[in-house]
């Protein structure tokens, strides 16, 4: 282990009440258990230990090395962020309300959509007669018995039938 890691290991320990145990066995056994993490991961988890920065620590006795570990390996997740760009704020997002016409085309296509669960393949066939455009819509709204709207017929140019 690094010795600055090692050092601020040593440093926390003493900033909270010493217990009956052995120093250097408990010195052992947070080095054993540190190993695999960057010294500065340890040194920064050892630094938020002390200051009280870490929550739902005990302010009255020294973390366990699990504890200690765990905010170890929470900062060397987010050491390889460091000094990089920050993303920038994502754009505000408008709603633009639907053009004239626009919403009944909707509503018509949702009804026509609910109305092709029930059937095999029915969300297949609105699909493809979307594709095709309205009209084709309209039509298979039709045979399932999906009343179509007075204004749809107008923006169509034709008459109910």
């Given amino acids: 282990m690094d010795q600055k890691a090692y050092l601020s290991i040593a440093a926390l320990l003493n900033a ?9 066995l408990t010195l052992r056994t947070f080095e054993a258990v540190l190993k695999d993490i960057p010294a500065q991961a340890v040194i920064e988890a050892a630094e938020r230990f002390m200051s009280g920065l870490v929550p739902q620590q005990s ?48 509503g018509f296509k949702m009804a026509v959509l609910s109305a092709s669960f029930g ?15 309205l009209e084709d819509i309209v039509a298979l709204g039709q045979s399932w018995g999906v009343p179509v709207p007075e204004e749809l017929w107008a923006q169509l140019g034709k008459t109910a039938a």
């Fill in 16 to 24: 909270f009440p010493q217990s009956s145990s052995d120093p250097d």
């Fill in 59 to 106: 302010d009255t006795f020294a973390p366990s090395p699990a504890k200690l570990a765990i905010e170890a390996r929470r900062i060397a997740d987010l050491l390889p962020y460091r000094g990089k760009e920050s993303l920038s704020k994502p754009r505000p997002y408008f709603y633009q309300e639907p053009k004239a016409g626009e919403k009944v085309r909707m």
């Fill in 119 to 133: 059937r095999a393949n029915g969300a297949d066939m609105v699909m493809e007669a979307h594709k095709r455009g």
